[in-house]
């Protein structure tokens, strides 16, 4: 599904990611850990034709996604749930889900795909149905996160990146997320996730990837992973 | 006897104040999703009446007609301007898109002077008569700008609260990183949003020249109330600036009428100053990220 081969990222004279490879296969659940500033949020970013790399190819489905402005790439499957939830928190949850409607809301609004797509959603969250005309900045910390997944799976993604969900939350929500990231894997869809808590992450993952100063130093399946004294002694704190 | 002149100076104020909520809500469009402060506001709105001017003296097309021409003609000429000058500066540092839209300030009021002279211009509309309602005078124009105001400004509501497109404006504005994120072309979102804000300048344009000699001087005038709006409303709010354009319009009105009309852009100012020193953002002010 996604293949990012020898990605090299600069901020200015920096250089953010150095050569970073990470292959996500169809239906499988990636996880991407590492410190701050490691480059894990380059990475997605770079995926997402928000940054452009110095060098390194990306494909989505043996498409070249390097070069293409972050809607095309929308277009071709992909949504990021931004670090931090970005709700439009000024806009109703409704509004917020009909930007993240993608294509079909930019180009002519297909409302009655709108709404069957809202319902198929309604099925991941009960509660965002009651909450629909609700101002976005006015809902909990948790109820903000899920509405920010939800904005993103309004575009009906093949692969979904996820940076950082758990930030901020309540132990209950984010098994919530947890539970729900597990849910949309069970369903078939390609997740690559960066997540703070490591052991979550490592838990409900396929595979793994560890990222140091921009450069990939460990990678595999997931449950060794989280037995290697290495990432435990880093990422698990034991 | 008291209550008519009270009337009198209200509907004054209310003309006054639909005219700058016009071309103060382009602004604040402009500055809330672009982040632009654009100097050159104004000059739109003086250009468009000229072109209105040369159109009906000229071309001898009768007002709506030559209106309609001002503003499609004002429209074009700012898409030109945003896509040659604005948008290659939109990465860089913001002060240099200030510093193009001042230059561009400039050289629109002397191109207008080099080629309509400084002296005023008088354009006469098919709304010349006087509406008397008992001791309330108003006059067609007047009458016609707070119409078609109020109408352009509902539109503008609606339009934002319920197109797609207004939507996306929104959310831009609010958060142009997650707007990216999403898919929206926030370029094409600029451009648009530039072109609206100008309409908006040019509406105000055609409908107020006829009100007062048209002179080049009118939109550098415009555009210092115009901040001084924003500013007021908060900036970036786009309900802010009609309702503190339409409020700054009503100060300066009554203060003209009850004071001196030497005072009104004093007590405008005093107003302004009292505002900020409550409430720093504005009226309806976010605060604005560095």
Known sequence: ?238 | MAFNILLQQLLNGLTIGVGYALVAGGLAAIFGIMRIVNFAHGEFFMIAGYVLYYGMSVLGLPYFAAAALAIVAVVAFGYLIQRLTIEPLMETDPLNTLLATFALSLFMFHSVVVISGSGGRTIDTPFDGVITLGNVILTEQKLLVMVAGVIFLGLLAVFLSHTPVGKQMRATAENRYAATVLGIDVKRIDRFTFGLGIALAAVAGVLIAPLTPLVPSVGTAYTLKAFAVIVLGGMGSIPGAIIAGVGLGMVEALTAGYLSSAWKDGVAFLVLITVLLTRPNGLFGQGVAH
């Not at chain 1, 949020?41 to 770079?46: A, E, I, P």
């Not at chain 1, 079909?104 to 965002?128: A, C, H, T, V």
């Not at chain 1, 929500?173 to 992450?201: F, K, P, S, W, Y």
């Open chain 1, 1 to 238: 599904m996604l293949s990012i081969d020898n990605l090299i990222v600069n901020y200015a004279q920096v250089e953010a990611v150095r050569g970073v490879s990470i292959f996500v296969g169809t239906g499988e659940m990636v996880a991407l850990i590492g410190a701050n500033g490691a480059g894990k949020t380059t990475v997605l970013h770079s995926v997402m034709g928000l940054l452009k790399p110095k060098a390194g190819t990306i494909t989505l489905k043996g498409e070249n996604l390097v070069g293409r402005p972050s809607n095309r790439i929308l277009d071709l499957g992909v949504a990021l749930v931004p670090e931090g939830r970005q709700l439009f928190s000024h806009l109703t949850v409704q509004e917020n889900l009909e930007v993240g409607y993608g294509r079909k809301f930019r180009m002519r609004f297909d409302r009655k795909g709108f709404q069957s797509r809202l319902e198929k959603i309604d099925g991941y969250f009960p509660r965002i149905g009651e909450r629909l005309n609700q101002i976005a900045g006015t809902l909990s910390g948790g109820e903000q996160q899920m509405v920010a997944i939800a904005r993103a799976l309004m575009s009906d993604p093949d692969l979904l990146l996820l940076d950082e969900p758990s930030l901020g939350l309540s132990p209950l929500m984010m098994d919530t997320v947890i539970a729900l990231l597990t849910r949309l894997h069970g369903e078939g869809m390609a997740i690559l996730l960066i997540e703070q808590n490591a052991r979550a992450a490592l838990r409900i993952s396929q595979r793994a990837y560890v990222l140091d100063s921009g450069r990939t130093t460990l990678d595999g399946e997931a449950r060794p992973l989280l037995n290697d004294p290495r990432i435990q002694q880093a990422y698990l704190g034991l």
